[in-house]
């Protein structure tokens, strides 16, 4: 338990030394689960910073290594749960979004759509159409927005499970 009293700056100088010799491991295992390498990206940095936010309360700093890898395997299987049910939503209710021939290709949702959509807040909705519905890739609705792409993701996945509540019922 003498591990537990490590002062700050050994535990931090450990962690570090932890990512630089097993971050392309750590890279590995989130890609063999998700199979892609930018979301494998994000969810290295989302565990080295629980890592970091958490190093005071990591009682055995030789352990850490499977700690971080429990946490890559986590962050990355919440992201596949977070896929299926988007893949759900849009697949059961793909019917319901009808392309516009005009010129800006604008979509025209149907009544449905439009109402569920309208439950969402502002942020969310806007997040859910530029992702979903215009296949705006994340970063860059991140940038267009000025928001994080963590918070991009959280959203548009949350905005997706209350739509797929909002139509289920």
């Known amino acids: 338990m003498l591990n537990y009293h490590l002062d700050k700056e050994y535990r931090k100088f450990l962690l570090e030394e932890q990512v630089q010799n097993n971050g392309r491991l750590y890279f590995n295992i989130a890609y063999k689960i998700l199979g892609n390498a930018e979301a494998s990206e994000d969810v290295c940095q989302k565990a080295f910073l629980k890592a970091w936010d958490n190093l005071e309360t990591i009682r055995n700093m030789s352990t850490i290594k499977s700690w971080i890898s429990k946490v890559i395997v986590n962050e990355a299987f919440q992201i596949v749960r977070r896929r299926k049910i988007a893949d759900k939503v849009f697949n059961?209710?793909?019917?319901?979004?009808?392309?516009?021939?005009?010129?800006?290709?604008?979509?025209?949702?149907?009544?449905?759509?439009?109402?569920?959509?309208?439950?969402?807040?502002?942020?969310?909705?806007?997040i859910v159409v530029l992702r979903a519905m215009q296949k705006m890739p994340g970063r860059e609705v991140a940038a267009a927005l000025d928001c994080s792409e963590s918070k991009v993701s959280r959203l548009f996945y949350e905005g997706l499970e209350k739509l797929r509540e909002f139509l289920s019922s």
């Open 92 to 126: 059961k209710y793909s019917g319901d979004f009808a392309e516009d021939d005009n010129t800006n290709n604008q979509i025209e949702l149907k009544p449905v759509i439009r109402e569920a959509l309208s439950q969402l807040s502002e942020p969310m909705r806007t």
